[in-house]
Protein backbone atom coordinates (compact mmCIF):
# COMPACT_ATOMS: atom_id res chain seq x y z
CA UNK A 1 0.00 0.00 0.00
CA UNK A 2 1.49 3.31 -0.93
CA UNK A 3 1.09 5.78 2.18
CA UNK A 4 0.28 9.86 0.78
CA UNK A 5 2.56 12.31 1.56
CA UNK A 6 2.00 13.96 4.86
CA UNK A 7 -0.07 17.27 4.31
CA UNK A 8 1.58 20.80 4.69
CA UNK A 9 -0.49 21.23 8.24
CA UNK A 10 0.03 18.13 9.22
CA UNK A 11 3.94 18.50 8.92
CA UNK A 12 3.43 22.01 10.29
CA UNK A 13 1.85 20.37 13.46
CA UNK A 14 4.50 17.60 13.77
CA UNK A 15 7.26 20.60 13.27
CA UNK A 16 5.58 22.47 16.42
CA UNK A 17 4.67 19.58 18.67
CA UNK A 18 8.69 18.27 17.80
CA UNK A 19 9.75 22.02 19.05
CA UNK A 20 7.52 22.14 21.69
CA UNK A 21 9.93 20.30 23.78
CA UNK A 22 12.23 23.15 24.22
CA UNK A 23 9.41 24.91 26.79
CA UNK A 24 11.56 21.96 29.23
CA UNK A 25 14.07 24.71 29.39
CA UNK A 26 12.40 26.79 31.96
CA UNK A 27 11.75 23.73 34.15
CA UNK A 28 15.58 23.10 33.06
CA UNK A 29 16.65 26.66 33.74
CA UNK A 30 14.37 26.92 37.20
CA UNK A 31 15.81 23.81 38.40
CA UNK A 32 19.43 25.06 37.59
CA UNK A 33 18.48 28.41 39.70
CA UNK A 34 17.25 26.57 42.66
CA UNK A 35 20.75 24.30 43.07
CA UNK A 36 22.84 27.17 42.98
CA UNK A 37 20.58 28.68 45.69
CA UNK A 38 20.46 25.78 47.53
CA UNK A 39 24.38 26.01 47.05
CA UNK A 40 24.44 29.51 48.45
CA UNK A 41 22.29 29.08 51.58
CA UNK A 42 24.48 26.15 52.50
CA UNK A 43 27.46 27.67 52.05
CA UNK A 44 26.74 30.57 54.52
CA UNK A 45 24.87 28.18 56.81
CA UNK A 46 28.38 25.88 56.47
CA UNK A 47 30.48 29.00 56.82
CA UNK A 48 28.15 29.88 60.02
CA UNK A 49 28.65 26.27 61.44
CA UNK A 50 32.17 26.45 61.28
CA UNK A 51 32.60 29.62 62.84
CA UNK A 52 30.59 28.40 66.00
CA UNK A 53 32.78 25.35 66.08
CA UNK A 54 35.69 27.32 66.15
CA UNK A 55 34.85 29.10 68.91
CA UNK A 56 33.42 26.20 70.82
CA UNK A 57 36.10 24.70 73.16
CA UNK A 58 36.40 27.73 74.59
CA UNK A 59 33.02 27.68 75.62
CA UNK A 60 34.21 26.79 79.41
CA UNK A 61 30.34 25.06 79.60
CA UNK A 62 29.70 22.20 82.24
CA UNK A 63 29.65 18.93 80.28
CA UNK A 64 25.69 18.67 79.89
CA UNK A 65 25.85 21.75 78.30
CA UNK A 66 28.90 20.96 75.99
CA UNK A 67 27.06 17.47 74.77
CA UNK A 68 23.85 19.71 74.13
CA UNK A 69 26.29 22.41 71.70
CA UNK A 70 27.79 19.54 70.34
CA UNK A 71 24.60 18.17 69.16
CA UNK A 72 23.74 21.37 68.11
CA UNK A 73 26.20 22.06 65.81
CA UNK A 74 26.30 18.13 64.46
CA UNK A 75 22.91 18.49 63.78
CA UNK A 76 23.61 21.64 62.19
CA UNK A 77 26.41 20.01 59.64
CA UNK A 78 23.68 17.49 58.85
CA UNK A 79 21.28 20.33 57.78
CA UNK A 80 23.40 21.54 55.88
CA UNK A 81 25.00 18.26 54.02
CA UNK A 82 21.19 18.12 53.21
CA UNK A 83 20.84 21.03 51.59
CA UNK A 84 24.03 20.55 49.78
CA UNK A 85 22.89 17.36 48.34
CA UNK A 86 19.31 18.98 47.26
CA UNK A 87 21.45 21.21 45.31
CA UNK A 88 23.31 17.74 43.48
CA UNK A 89 19.58 16.75 43.01
CA UNK A 90 18.46 20.10 41.25
CA UNK A 91 21.91 19.97 39.46
CA UNK A 92 21.10 16.80 37.95
CA UNK A 93 17.64 17.09 37.47
CA UNK A 94 18.42 20.08 35.31
CA UNK A 95 21.40 18.28 33.18
CA UNK A 96 19.09 15.61 32.74
CA UNK A 97 16.29 17.35 31.48
CA UNK A 98 18.55 19.04 29.18
CA UNK A 99 19.87 16.12 27.90
CA UNK A 100 16.72 14.40 27.21
CA UNK A 101 14.60 16.87 26.00
CA UNK A 102 16.98 19.65 24.68
CA UNK A 103 20.47 18.37 23.65
CA UNK A 104 23.51 16.85 24.20
CA UNK A 105 25.89 18.68 25.95
CA UNK A 106 28.81 19.49 24.03
CA UNK A 107 31.37 20.16 26.79
CA UNK A 108 30.54 16.86 28.53
CA UNK A 109 31.35 14.78 25.34
CA UNK A 110 34.27 12.18 26.18
CA UNK A 111 34.42 13.25 29.83
CA UNK A 112 34.57 10.98 32.54
CA UNK A 113 32.72 12.50 34.82
CA UNK A 114 30.16 13.01 32.18
CA UNK A 115 29.81 9.70 32.18
CA UNK A 116 29.55 8.42 35.76
CA UNK A 117 27.48 11.33 36.14
CA UNK A 118 24.62 12.09 33.02
CA UNK A 119 23.92 8.15 32.50
CA UNK A 120 20.90 9.60 31.75
CA UNK A 121 19.05 7.62 28.83
CA UNK A 122 15.32 8.27 29.71
CA UNK A 123 13.25 9.48 31.90
CA UNK A 124 13.16 6.62 33.70
CA UNK A 125 17.18 6.36 34.15
CA UNK A 126 16.93 10.06 35.54
CA UNK A 127 13.96 9.12 38.13
CA UNK A 128 15.97 5.94 39.75
CA UNK A 129 19.29 8.54 40.40
CA UNK A 130 17.01 11.41 41.64
CA UNK A 131 15.23 8.56 43.66
CA UNK A 132 18.70 7.68 45.13
CA UNK A 133 19.49 11.51 46.16
CA UNK A 134 16.07 11.43 47.97
CA UNK A 135 16.63 8.26 49.98
CA UNK A 136 20.04 9.94 50.74
CA UNK A 137 18.76 13.05 51.65
CA UNK A 138 16.08 11.12 54.30
CA UNK A 139 18.66 9.36 56.09
CA UNK A 140 20.33 12.71 56.73
CA UNK A 141 17.21 14.10 58.14
CA UNK A 142 16.08 10.86 60.07
CA UNK A 143 19.51 10.82 61.98
CA UNK A 144 19.10 14.68 62.63
CA UNK A 145 15.69 14.11 63.76
CA UNK A 146 17.37 11.28 66.07
CA UNK A 147 20.14 13.23 67.17
CA UNK A 148 17.16 15.56 69.15
CA UNK A 149 15.13 12.68 70.31
CA UNK A 150 15.11 11.68 74.25
CA UNK A 151 15.35 8.08 74.46
CA UNK A 152 13.38 7.66 77.90
CA UNK A 153 12.80 3.82 77.26
CA UNK A 154 14.04 1.06 75.87
CA UNK A 155 11.58 0.60 73.45
CA UNK A 156 12.44 4.33 71.86
CA UNK A 157 16.53 2.65 70.99
CA UNK A 158 14.60 -0.33 69.40
CA UNK A 159 12.75 2.38 67.44
CA UNK A 160 15.70 3.76 66.10
CA UNK A 161 17.59 0.62 65.78
CA UNK A 162 14.40 -0.41 63.29
CA UNK A 163 14.51 3.48 61.35
CA UNK A 164 17.88 2.77 60.67
CA UNK A 165 17.41 -0.72 59.26
CA UNK A 166 14.72 0.20 57.48
CA UNK A 167 17.20 3.14 56.15
CA UNK A 168 19.66 1.23 55.28
CA UNK A 169 17.49 -1.10 53.30
CA UNK A 170 16.23 1.27 51.36
CA UNK A 171 19.56 2.96 50.67
CA UNK A 172 20.33 -0.69 48.98
CA UNK A 173 17.40 -0.72 46.95
CA UNK A 174 18.13 2.52 45.59
CA UNK A 175 21.55 1.94 44.93
CA UNK A 176 20.94 -1.46 42.89
CA UNK A 177 18.18 0.91 41.02
CA UNK A 178 20.71 3.40 40.48
CA UNK A 179 23.60 1.11 39.30
CA UNK A 180 21.75 -0.80 37.02
CA UNK A 181 18.47 1.14 35.89
CA UNK A 182 16.06 -0.98 33.27
CA UNK A 183 16.83 -3.79 34.91
CA UNK A 184 14.30 -4.60 37.59
Known sequence: MNELPPSRAERLFESAL?????????????SAAMALAALVVASVDSVHI??????????GLDQAA???????ILSEIIKALDIYLVAAMMGIFALGLYELFI?????????ELAERM????????LKHRLAG???LILVTTFFQVALKLEYKKPIDLLFL??????????ALV?????????RQ
Do not use: C, Q, T
Open 66 to 72: REASRSE
Open 161 to 170: GVGIALLAAA
Open 133 to 135: LVV
Open 50 to 59: VMRAVVYPGH
Open 174 to 182: SRRNVAAPG
Open 118 to 125: LLIRSLDD
Open 103 to 111: SKINPAEGS
Open 18 to 30: WNGRFVIILAVIG
